[in-house]
């Protein structure tokens, strides 16, 4: 590879300049993808929260969405906290189902998804 004339160079430009814009192109969708998963798991986990705060709704339906918390290990203070907080105030009908979820859950996060 002789690299002698302004020729050679543009040639060798024209091959390198356009690998290297399809590349950086590439890590830029990549990132892009990588915050819109993001931005979709938190929102999944937001509704997964909301269930759970709702005044109505069934027993099984808020027990099965404290269940689901196990599958966001990036929030774990925050869940330690809500089930630590909240399995004492559970109150009503079937409310030690909960109450137990909410204990179980914690232990899962607190012995490194063991319970």
Partial sequence: MNL????????WAGVVL?????????WQYVALQRRE???????KFFR????IGEQQGSIAAKIAAVYELRKYPEYKELIVRLCNDAAPRVVGDNAIMLRREFELTSQFFENDGEI
């Fill in 4 to 11: 002698a004339s302004a020729g050679d160079w543009i040639a």
């Fill in 18 to 26: 356009p690998l290297l814009v399809l590349a950086w192109s590439a």
């Fill in 37 to 43: 998963e993001a931005r979709q798991r938190f929102d």
């Fill in 48 to 51: 997964v929260m909301e269930k």
